[in-house]
């Protein structure tokens, strides 16, 4: 089984280094009016969100998100709408920031953001703080918001002090490194061994299990990525993963964790029996626990993918035949999730959830049913289109698979999210249609066409976006069309691109760095 350092969803967001605005002094206070029962969002720019923050000498609450992105969804139909959470965003500037708005694509890419959502906690002095993981257990989000309104240290700076003496961190500075994003954060040093993690779990054993928890787990998850490249590297014991795994209190604290079994496991040592019962007790502590009222109901869902990863194990057709019991228990799981969120917009992710543990159990009629059905019903059926267009071409039926993906590029709508649709067409033509020159030049030109609903392709996850399908186009036109370009008015396109940027615009490397893979 092939292993990698896992990354959630692609995309970005954030903020600007310009200079911020002074904010209007006021002299008279408002009359009290009575408190929304819902998160008052600032509505301004996020310049003015900081110098807002600053002025009042409160954190900023930044999230960032898009309509279509299902755990942005989730996060906004539970998170956004509990009570307590609510309750203490009045004590922060909380800013949203969607990822097709003017320059939240700049902003992402200032900040690092690489994935949809991100939240990001600030200080007043406009100090990054802590990002908050999107799949945490539901209540963990008020306790790491109410850790931040305590401690405003942010977490590179308590990284730095634990890899002096982990000991000296206090309890709060524990819960804060503990529930950190780290696999999109910017606060580790590069190169830092997965021991570190390892310390602070023994650290955090007696005073706070959960987090001693989540730190073990992150330090399991280190050591698979570093035993890919040093396969000398000593493996850890399963004792401590095993503890976690009978404990209901610290298995719902590291959920995010142990839904994925395939990013921790390989790091494990042990003969193949120990190993063979180790998944055994993972499978089932998690099927057993799956439908904890603690759990969004994508992760409820999620407590299948345990089983599931092993019983597929060096399986990648799914040869394997699902038990029947087994079977009948996901469908029945994933059609009361799909009735529990019926008109309601959490629906994109549940949907979303239920597809994806469809697809891993091999029950691929059933993946297509759900899917071909949400289309009719969601505001934002490009996004489903892609799921189909996966399941298609995972069958060979690469006709179907193409035509999904142009149609969800061309229903698809907000202009980081037409780059991204766009994108992933190109790469399905060259791949999947490499003889349809037509098609393919014809498409590659309308990433210039401004009606189209694309610009600020040099920001954030519309570069990436960019780059991806420019290589795409580059190899597609290397292996057919050895002798002669296919590609002259793209490759001139571009170079219109790069004459429009200011000589001393970031903008401008960008751009000519496409123009080098061209000519390359």
Known sequence: ???????????LLVLSACDRPPVAEQTDAPEAKPLKQEIEWFDGSIDQAFALAQAQNKPM?????????????????????SQQFIAQSRLFIPVYLDGDTER??????????????????????????????????????????????????PTRALVDAALQDPDALTDAELQQLAYYSWYEGQALPEGTSPEFFNSLSAVAADRNPSASARFYLQYLTMLTSALEEDNAMEKADSEKLTAILESP??????????????????????????????????????????????????NQLYGWRPYLVFHFEDDEEKVRPLPEDVATAIQADCKAADESVAGTHTRQSVINTASNVYELAGLTDDARTLLAAEIEKSRTPYYFMGSLAYLEEQEGKLTEALEWRRKAYETSQG?????????????????????????????????????????????????????????????????????????????????????????????????????????S
């Open 104 to 153: 939240a694509q700049l902003y992402g890419e200032q900040f690092g953001a690489k994935v949809y959502p991100t939240m990001i906690i600030f200080n007043p002095a406009g100090e990054e703080v802590t990002r908050l993981h999107a799949g945490m257990e539901l209540s963990a989000y008020n306790s790491v918001l109410e850790l931040s309104l305590d401690s405003m240290r």
């Open 61 to 81: 609450f930044l999230y960032w998100g898009a309509v279509w992105c299902p755990p942005c969804v989730e996060i906004k139909q539970t998170v956004f709408k």
């Open 249 to 298: 209190e610290l298995l719902l604290a590291s959920w995010d964790y142990l839904i994925f079994p395939e990013t921790i496991i390989p790091a494990v040592g042990g003969d193949t029996e120990a190993i063979e019962s180790l998944q055994n007790q993972w499978a089932a502590a998690l099927r057993e626990n799956r439908h904890n009222q603690r759990l969004s109901t994508k």
């Open 1 to 11: 089984m092939k292993i990698g350092y896992l990354a959630f969803f692609i995309t």
């Open 415 to 519: 202009p980081a999210t037409r780059i991204r649709w766009w994108a992933s067409y190109i790469e399905a033509l060259t791949r999947l249609a490499p003889q349809d020159s037509q098609r393919i030049q014809q498409t590659s030109m309308e990433i210039f066409d401004k009606s189209k609903g694309m610009e600020d392709f040099f920001s954030g996850a519309n570069f990436r976006n960019l780059s991806r399908a420019n290589t795409s186009l580059q190899e597609w036109n290397r292996d057919l069309h050895s002798e002669r370009s296919a590609l002259d008015e793209y490759n001139a396109g571009l170079q219109g691109l790069c004459e429009q940027q200011s000589a001393d615009s970031p903008d401008l490397g960008k751009c000519t760095s496409l123009l080098v893979s061209v000519t």
